[in-house]
């Protein structure tokens, strides 16, 4: 039998990203529960996700909620290997894989990955039905340990 251990952390599960002048955005980071992490990742979720979150088999689940409509470049890094998923308002998922070679570089499929996608609004449920930003769903299984979006267009 394997045991499993889920990290449990202090800090809310949602935070508000910010921009590249630090400024607050409207853009929402959701750790989706259970959220798995070995020791070094610390006591407390961040934005940056702290030392790291994950390990080898590992998946985890991350949502960028409230994206505004938009072409995005989406960055995702670990130094170890990781399998990256993501998904727009729910479509089928892209995945990556990255292979690290112990570069002290930023290099592409080794110790990050790029994806680029278009997200459209989406309409809220509730009443009054009004348009909402999108939904990026980021799924690793491995290591993440940062992530970055940037707005092409």
């Not at 308002?89 to 570069?103: F, Q, V, Y």
């Not at 809220?124 to 980021?138: A, D, E, K, M, T």
Request: glycine share 10%.
């Amino acid at each position: 039998m394997i045991a499993r251990y889920f990290k449990q952390f202090s800090a809310d599960p949602l935070v508000k990203l910010n921009d590249s002048t630090g400024e607050e955005t409207a853009i929402l980071l959701r750790r989706i529960l259970p959220l798995t992490a070995d020791a070094d990742s610390g006591a407390s979720f961040s934005p940056m996700l702290g030392t790291w979150v994950g390990d080898t088999g590992i998946t985890n689940e991350f949502w960028l909620m409230n994206v505004p409509p938009g072409t995005y470049e989406i960055y995702l890094y670990s130094t170890t290997a990781t399998e990256f998923g993501i998904s727009i308002n729910g479509s089928d998922i892209l995945w990556k894989n990255n292979t690290p070679t112990g570069s002290s570089a930023f290099v592409e499929d080794d110790n990050y990955v790029k994806f680029t996608v278009g997200v459209s609004a989406v309409l809220r449920s509730f009443s009054p039905v009004r348009p909402s930003g999108g939904l990026i769903s980021i799924r690793t299984i491995g290591t993440l340990s940062g992530l970055q979006l940037r707005r092409v267009s």
